[in-house]
Nanobody, 126 residues
Framework: QVQLVESGGGLVQTGGSLRLSCAAS????????VGWFRQAPGKEREFVAA????????YYADSVKGRFTIARDNAKNTVYLQMNSLKPEDTAVYYC???????????????????WGQGTQVTVSS
């Protein structure tokens, strides 16, 4: 069993930056894919970014490419999401998720992840 805890959310102005953290406990990420998703009020949860823990390969939604960076720290068993040039449309609750041995085609699919954190609020003011 893996427990995921997000931190780092907050209120920031347009153009600002935040770094989210996702720390795992219980088990290491091992061969997992770790993803970040977000959900704005009244909208479905959507994929933001993911990283393969073993290979380090990264994946991004088109809406965040060039602005967000996902990275991992093996020693701390933690995944980070560095968010730059934030926009009001980035406002959402951000969730960390993980699962093992996900095929490439499933990485952006919410339902394929078994482990989720509690979420952290990111608010970008205009």
């Amino acid at each position: 069993q893996v427990q995921l805890v997000e931190s780092g959310g907050g209120l920031v102005q347009t153009g600002g930056s935040l770094r989210l953290s996702c720390a795992a406990s219980g088990r290491t990420f091992g061969s997992a894919t770790v993803g970040w998703f977000r959900q704005a009020p009244g909208k479905e949860r959507e994929f933001v970014a993911a990283i393969s823990w073993s290979s380090g390969r990264t994946y991004y939604a088109d809406s965040v490419k060039g602005r967000f960076t996902i990275a991992r720290d093996n020693a701390k068993n933690t995944v980070y999401l560095q968010m730059n040039s934030l926009k009001p449309e980035d406002t959402a609750v951000y969730y960390c998720a993980a699962d093992r041995n996900l095929p490439r085609a499933a990485i952006t699919t919410t339902a394929r992840y078994d482990y989720w954190g509690q979420g952290t609020q990111v608010t970008v003011s205009s």
